[in-house]
């Protein structure tokens, strides 16, 4: 009988034909006449209604193909056997189907029948050969779905064992079906198929206990379940991971008899039973007494082993034996984070993991590869072991509500929590229908068109405008995988979880007695008051509080390393109860790398740098990032401050944007500063040739005085823009800002004052008095700005070392400094501009002061005997009258021996005398023009390299006093907390050794600027 051609292509819109490549030409056969009599080719429809409705079904399986050859074959099955008891012809063709007749009268029967066979080809193939059980997916009387939580239900009698493995398949079945058509979500899922191996352990168990030899004593033999089933996530086909445990030496014979059955009995019936986590592994022996085990643990097992236990629990056989194996081996489990290695094991072994995955399978594991599902299972047991030692809900052997548990706790953040369920979800989701298409163990996404197809289609993707099914499920992989790999590497690379882990467990209870005596123990001058900070941190149950618990015990061992961990204590409190209810800044804390030790750094360390926190709290995201905390370059910050200035139209408005921009750019370079010498928490900021600053190398000093200058230059820059709105000047007025002191040479301090000479050159056609007066007011403007009270700190601008001091004008014009260098400057006015240079303003007009004053500061015929001889008698004056009373000139830096002045002047005479005829030594910078006078042959080089230490190492003392102080200071103290805090500080651990080489540096350093300032 001849087919219409358009029958196949009437039964593709039913899906069929997409696997078999033929339109439905296969399909029409096996649901025509000849087949399962539901397709009338003649007229190109359904049989009937009931045909329909069945029809429709197979269309909604993931593999209607599928689905549909295998309902034949049992269809087909059936027939053969009624036919033959009937005593009819063997094929059975004509005989009616009671399957058939069952789905049209069950929609549940079909609903779930028609997906198994969609889905799995192997359980298709068992009903194939077993056509009655598919009627234990029959709907029960009272409407519902049968039961699927994993139970076994044996039926008929014979051979134990086969009675097993038919209990086995049913019960699978059930799962199956509930999970296929939505009766069953993931995790109800996972829990019966648990549920199902502990019962089929538990008959096997039993089945071979009856086995033993007549008249042996039932062994107490308890079988824990590890791995997936202890955790009570177990998928479709997996090994069953297992350790036996026997009460005492004498039930070991029997024991192990029981325990090599029971791994026979379940191969046979289900899967796999692996031991290989016991003791020793495959070496060692099967079973082991529960005190042989204690033993094993306390002495030689190792990190991954205690991972391993996280997941225990009892599945079978004498439960109080297991029960009391995991209560014995509890303690030891929670103190494995504590083992120096213990963070580095569990992340090598992660990585190993990764190695041993064949090249070719990389990109399509969902369980080992990366973004797998082991990333989030490596990453949720770590910081089980690290946090779970004190939180007791963390101990729970399941990954989903370890990882709830570990974000209701505070130990991850919401978002980041809800990424890896969702990811989780999704992975697992992908490796359950993997794995039931064919009852293998498979973890690999196929490679193959068709099978990807089905695969999509198996978890619910559909075809979308512009997007297969296919394509729809490898982008929400790719999300899922990115996401989650992200998320592993962020957890379990946080830094924070080996300072946890370091922290004993008692220290990590922070109740009362505990913290008090740790405190105690930890150095804090007040006990009391500290813990009073303590309870106003972590008291109440909300997530805040728990995050404050968790941080904590680590940020008060790093306050410890500190002179005053009281102090750090007291800022932290002042931060975070500016912070505390902000989203970012606990969670800044817990999962941005080393913010958290570098915040505690800092704020033990540095009252300079608390006090610039203080009034701006979110200045601390700078901990967060690398290349945030390195300077930023001059013009970056001209054209930052420039435009803050430019929003505003008001000049006090527009100062104070600039004024709140310098204060951050403060705490990024005393930050830096603070943390340069800090080991593993010293930023490493990528340089501008990609490469990144090593961090074990300090700040330099000459890098921290140039980052404080260009701050300072872009403040006056952005101020004299405000003050030049908002004063009227004549048109064409030129005016320009020149550095001089140590804002000229680079060289400024946390706290300097900007020393500044102001310069204009009047328009042609205005009067002499008439710029005079408008530059006055543009310099008095800029002042007054940037000393109006506020909560930044004020940058005071030093105008003293302008020509005739503080009786001079504040501003002169281009003309009247060339009149007065030419007729009356004295040698210590020359020596001054040595460090002069434009700041900001008319660059053209600073260049002209430049070329006007270098006549002046670098002489051509040198300098007189005469003039030597003044050099030499005002700075000893200075030395006489500066020096403040009481102070000790062995430790002063910068009027003390071999301190800042020494060196300083001794390098200013020399480019006093030579600058006129060697170029090189024509700069603003103190160590610069040493290195140039050395290299001329006019220093010793021995002398110029105990200068140039000198100078470097009062330099790093005083901007360290200044961090440690919070205000200026010069003076080294010889003992007490500021010498040991600034010893902290610079990166050294012995104050008397510290203070011991600061002497002899500087008794070397005086000597040999005393050789140049009399040679």
Request: glycine share 8%; with cysteine.
């Amino acid at each position: 009988m001849s087919r219409p051609t358009r029958a196949p292509g009437r039964l593709a819109r039913y899906g069929f034909g997409t696997a078999e490549g033929d339109g439905g030409a296969r399909a029409a056969d096996l649901l025509g006449p000849d087949g399962l009599r539901l397709w009338r080719p003649e007229e190109q429809e359904p049989a009937d209604e009931t045909a329909a409705e069945l029809l429709a079904a197979l269309s909604r399986a993931a593999d209607p193909d599928l689905a549909l050859r295998q309902l034949h074959r049992i269809v087909e099955t059936e027939r053969r056997t009624s036919a033959g008891s009937a005593g009819g012809s063997p094929s059975g063709g004509s005989a009616a189907s009671s399957l058939l007749a069952e789905l049209h009268t069950d929609p549940g029967l079909r609903r779930r029948l028609i997906a198994v066979l969609g889905a799995s080809a192997a359980l298709g193939d068992h009903l194939v050969a077993n056509p009655e059980h598919c009627l234990t997916l029959r709907t029960a009387p009272d409407g519902l779905a049968p039961i699927a939580e994993g139970r076994l239900e044996p039926t008929g009698g014979g051979n134990p064992v086969a009675v097993l493995r038919t209990a086995y398949r049913l019960a699978l079945l059930r799962i199956a079906a509930a999970d296929l058509t939505g009766g069953r979500g993931l995790e109800q899922t996972m829990a019966a198929l648990s549920a199902l191996a502990d019962a089929t352990l538990a008959a096997a168990y039993e089945i071979a206990v009856t086995e033993l030899a007549e008249g042996t004593e039932r062994p107490r033999l308890a079988v824990v379940a590890m791995g997936k089933c202890g955790g009570g996530e177990l998928n479709y086909v997996s090994d069953v991971d297992v350790i036996f445990v026997a009460a005492e030496d004498a039930d070991l014979p029997a024991a192990t008899l029981v325990a090599t059955r029971l791994i026979h009995i379940c191969g046979f019936v289900a899967w796999p039973v692996d031991a290989a986590l016991r003791p020793e592994g495959n070496r060692g022996p099967l079973v082991r007494t529960l005190a042989s085990h204690l033993a094993y643990y306390r002495r030689w097992a190792r990190t991954w082993e205690f991972q391993a236990l996280l997941k225990a629990r009892p599945a079978a056989g004498d439960v109080p034996v297991a029960q009391e194996w995991i209560d014995q081996l509890a303690p030891l489990v929670w103190r494995a984070a504590e083992r120096p290695e213990a963070v580095e094991d569990v992340r090598a072994m992660r990585r190993r993991i990764i190695d041993h995955i064949p090249p070719k399978e990389l990109e399509r594991e969902i369980k080992r590869g990366p973004g797998g599902l082991r990333d989030i299972e490596f990453a949720v047991q770590l910081l089980q072991l690290v946090h779970g030692r004190v939180d007791e809900t963390l101990r729970v052997p399941g990954t989903i509500p370890a990882l709830r548990a570990l974000v209701a706790g505070g130990y991850v953040g919401r978002a980041d929590g809800e990424a890896l369920l969702r990811g989780y979800r999704f992975l697992r989701s992908v490796e359950h229908r993997l794995q039931l298409q064919g009852l293998r163990r498979t973890h690999t996404v196929p490679s193959e068109p068709g099978a990807l197809r089905w695969l999509a289609a198996a978890l619910g993707f559909t075809a979308t405008p512009g997007h297969s099914a296919v394509e729809s499920f490898r982008a929400e992989w790719v999300t899922h995988a990115t996401e989650v790999r992200r998320l592993h590497a962020k957890l379990l690379y946080r830094p924070l979880l080996e300072s946890v882990a370091r922290v004993p467990a008692d220290g990590l209870r922070l109740t009362p007695e505990a913290a008090s005596h740790r405190l105690e123990i930890l150095g804090f001058a007040d006990p009391a008051g500290a813990l009073r900070h303590l309870q106003a941190l972590t008291g109440g149950v909300s997530r805040t509080a728990a995050i404050q618990r968790t941080l904590l015990p680590v940020l008060l061992s790093e306050f410890a390393d500190a002179p005053e961990p009281d102090r750090g204590l007291l800022n932290y409190r002042k931060v975070s109860d500016k912070l505390g209810s902000t989203p970012w800044y606990l969670r800044l804390l817990r999962d941005g790398g080393p913010v958290a030790r570098r915040l505690a750094r800092v704020l033990a360390l540095s009252r300079y740098v608390a006090d610039l926190l203080a009034r701006d709290p979110e200045a601390l995201r700078l901990l967060a990032e690398e290349n945030e905390l390195a300077p930023r370059p001059p013009d970056v910050l001209r054209e930052g401050f420039l435009a803050a200035a430019a929003r505003h139209t008001d000049p006090v408005e527009a100062t104070r944007a600039v004024r709140a921009l310098r204060r951050r750019e403060l705490v990024r370079v005393a930050c830096a500063d603070v943390l340069s010498r800090a080991g593993a928490l010293a930023p490493t900021p990528s340089r501008p040739d990609g490469t990144n600053r090593p961090a074990t190398g300090s700040l330099d000093i000459t890098e921290v005085g140039t980052a404080l200058a260009d701050v300072t230059d872009a403040t006056l820059a952005a101020a004299l823009r405000a003050a030049r709105a908002s004063q009227p000047a004549p048109a064409g007025l030129r005016f320009a800002v020149i550095g001089v002191g140590r804002l000229g040479g680079y060289e400024s301090n946390y706290l300097s004052d900007a020393d500044v000479l102001f310069v204009y050159d009047p328009p042609a056609g205005t009067s002499e008095s008439d710029a005079s007066a408008a530059a006055h007011a543009i310099a008095e403007e800029l002042r007054r700005l940037l000393g109006v009270p506020a909560a930044d700190p004020p940058l005071g601008v030093d105008a003293d070392l302008r020509p005739e001091g503080r009786q001079g004008p504040l501003v002169r014009s281009l003309a009247a400094y060339a009149q007065y260098y030419a007729r009356w400057s004295r040698v210590w006015e020359a020596q001054a501009l040595l460090r002069a240079r434009f700041v900001c303003g008319d660059a053209d007009l600073g260049a002209e002061f430049e070329t006007m004053i270098d006549p002046v500061r670098y002489p051509a015929e040198g300098l007189t005997r005469e003039q030597v001889v003044e050099i030499r008698r005002i700075k000893a004056r200075v030395e006489t009258e500066r020096l403040p009373r009481g102070a000790d000139p062995a430790t002063h830096t910068k009027l003390g021996r071999g301190g800042l002045a020494d060196v300083e002047w001794a390098v200013q005479l020399v480019q006093l005398r030579h600058a006129g005829r060697v170029p090189e030594l024509r700069g603003t910078r103190t160590l610069d023009a040493l290195a140039a006078a050395e290299r001329a042959g006019l220093i010793d080089p021995a002398d110029a390299a105990e200068m140039a230490a000198g100078w470097s190492l009062a330099a790093q003392v005083r901007n360290a006093l200044m961090l440690v102080r919070g205000r200026a200071g010069d003076q080294l103290p010889r003992h007490g907390v500021e010498l040991a805090g600034v010893v902290r500080l610079l990166g050294r651990d012995d104050p008397g050794e510290f203070l011991d080489e600061y002497l002899r540096t500087g008794r070397r350093s005086r000597a040999a600027a005393q050789r140049v300032l009399e040679g």
